[in-house]
């Protein structure tokens, strides 16, 4: 089939029937919930003369070999790239029920098979050359040519995403949707569009790593142009002040490393991530008014159960909007089948199912559809809007989770230590790279 809405219906139902969860489910607070469909891409070069049709005959024989006859796929090719490439999407349960898993081990074998069938269409394959005869690509030529780098192009996207991003994970899918490839693990990598290699983020500098870029993402709207009060009424505020003047001192010495809130900007105290990210933290800490390391891990705990009671509920009207959904179009099938003059077995079939349904939920008249429709609508909306609730929520929750991670850090004379030792690694690092030159 080639209707998208048809195949996200049929690969949903599959998914829930066997998964026993929602397909559009919020995630968990913690982990990253279940994994509903694996993405792979199948490319080839120019030199290949592989047509559309033919890329997608491959993508089809592949999936056949791979996962067998009862798998869910979308296959789209795309001809917009100097490369043909098929993006492939498999529901993570086939119609059986099988489960499936991406890996490492399970990659390599896809990539084995990927090649096999391949090779049986007559197409060679490239493999990853090392070395300094490595063979490049023509964007990347280009790119050494004009004195770019694909980091600074990454880097660029980055920064031009970040303000808007909710989250690091909402960060990367957006880059995904732009055609770059993301790798995590424990670090992670991203490939943009015609680069040979992966890069991990923390090569970029020190404003790219995951650390700094949810630090630059969580605490973005939290201080801008608000300054927090160093007046100190409690024990976890004045710890907060006290390691803020201090990060402040090794800022201006040039004793910590010089990640920079604005990456566009020079660096500076007031431009430093890690003064920046104190300064936020203890401005929640006053306009929260948390009192104490127990008032906020007190609210932690409210929060995860708040999140929970949230995601429940947003579960249950999920189900209802589900369930109306398809009594809509049950609905609709019901007023076609009804206007055919002959009606096949198949037609007849539905058409009972379809009458059943609609008479169960009395639903006969066109004011009926009407109402039906309505409900679904207002139904989505509610959904939409308590998923906004719930986001803020996840928000809150990393925030507060984050304060009492530094502030434990602070407590056992870490946090100042980790500064100051990270900064004695770079240096060793930087004469290590001046001794090689």
Not at 304 to 330: A, T
Not at 393 to 418: A, G, L, P
Request: proline content about 2%; hydrophobic content about 30%.
């Amino acid at each position: 089939m080639t209707d998208a809405e048809s195949a996200y219906l049929q690969m949903r139902l599959v998914y829930e029937q066997f998964a026993k969860d929602h397909f559009n489910s919020p995630p968990p607070l913690q982990g990253k919930g279940s994994v509903k469909a694996i993405h792979y891409i199948q490319s080839f070069s120019p030199d290949d003369n592989v047509t559309p049709e033919l890329a997608h005959k491959i993508a089809k024989a592949f999936l056949r070999k791979a996962f067998g006859n009862d798998v869910q796929a979308v296959i789209a090719t795309h001809v917009d790239k100097d490369h043909l490439h098929s993006h492939i999407i498999i529901n993570s349960y086939s119609l059986s029920g099988k489960k499936y898993y991406a890996n490492r081990k399970s990659l390599k074998r896809i990539r084995e098979i990927s090649d096999g069938v391949c090779k049986a269409f007559g197409i060679d394959i490239h493999p990853n050359l090392t070395g300094k005869g490595r063979s490049i690509n023509h964007k990347e030529w280009e790119h050494r040519k004009n004195g770019t780098s694909w980091k600074e192009q990454i880097r660029q996207e980055i920064d031009s995403l970040i303000g808007s991003a909710n989250s690091l994970d909402e960060l990367l899918q957006t880059l995904e949707e732009r055609g770059y490839e993301i790798k995590r693990g424990k670090y992670i990598s991203i490939r943009a569009p015609g680069q040979e290699r992966f890069v991990r983020t923390k090569t970029l500098g020190d404003e790219y790593t995951e650390e700094s870029l949810n630090t630059r993402i969580r605490y973005r709207d939290v201080s801008a142009g608000n300054t927090p009060e160093k007046t100190a009424s409690s024990k976890l505020q004045a710890a907060y002040v006290a390691i803020i003047d201090d990060v402040r001192i090794l800022a201006t010495q040039r004793k910590k490393v010089p990640r920079k809130r604005i990456v566009t900007a020079e660096y500076s105290v007031d431009n430093d991530l890690d003064v920046y990210k104190l300064s936020a933290q203890l401005l929640v800490i006053n306009n929260d008014n948390i009192k104490s390391i127990g008032d906020l891990q007190g609210r932690i705990a409210k929060l995860r159960v708040d999140y929970e009671k949230q995601r429940g509920e947003i579960n249950n009207y999920i189900d209802e909007h589900n369930r109306l959904v398809s009594l809509w179009e049950q609905s609709q099938l019901f007023e076609e089948l009804s206007a055919k003059d002959k009606l096949s077995d198949t037609d007849q079939l539905q058409l009972t199912i379809c009458r059943q349904a609609i008479e169960q939920n009395n639903v006969h008249s066109k004011a009926d559809y009407d109402l039906l429709r309505n409900q679904t609508y207002s139904l989505q909306a509610k959904i939409n809007a308590l998923k906004d609730t719930l986001e803020k929520t996840r928000q809150r929750y990393d925030v507060y989770c984050d304060i009492s991670k530094t502030y434990d850090e602070i407590s056992k004379s870490d946090y100042f230590s980790n500064l100051v030792e990270e900064e004695r690694q770079r240096q060793e690092q930087v004469k290590k790279k001046n001794k090689k030159r």
